[in-house]
């Protein structure tokens, strides 16, 4: 149902436990039943899916919220979101390692007494 690009890596997943029913693991030749709830592991999340409908052919990905409903708990979607922002470091693909400079300012911007240094009076008013 689309939750895998193909089937052996579906296989795969299922054979290392990465796919679920109520804790516990599943082979790949499990039969699903319409109301069944299973989850998958991807990644630092886990998405939970509920039985809809069954159907013997390859979907269409307009098709599948028909046949599966997404129950994923917010929390691991919230998951997801922090996962995606912490990739974004601000640093650019490919420019390397940072420089001595750079670890400095990090160093700087971590540190508890950042903004100690930052005067916040304007002399202008």
Known sequence: MRIYKTRS???????NGRVTMNGVQLK???TFHVGDTFSVRKG????TYRVL???????????????LR?????EQLELLELARLA???????GTGRPTKKDRRDIETFM???YLDEIDFDDDDE
């Not at 630092?44 to 998405?47: D, H, R, V």
């Open 87 to 93: 990739g974004q470091s601000g640093r650019d693909r």
């Open 70 to 74: 997404d129950c994923t708990a917010p």
């Open 44 to 47: 630092p999340i886990t998405y």
């Open 9 to 15: 890596i579906a296989a795969d997943a299922c054979k």
């Open 53 to 67: 409908q069954l159907s013997e052919n390859r979907l269409g990905a307009k098709l599948v919220p028909e046949y």
């Open 28 to 30: 790949p030749s499990r």
């Open 111 to 113: 540190s508890d007494n």
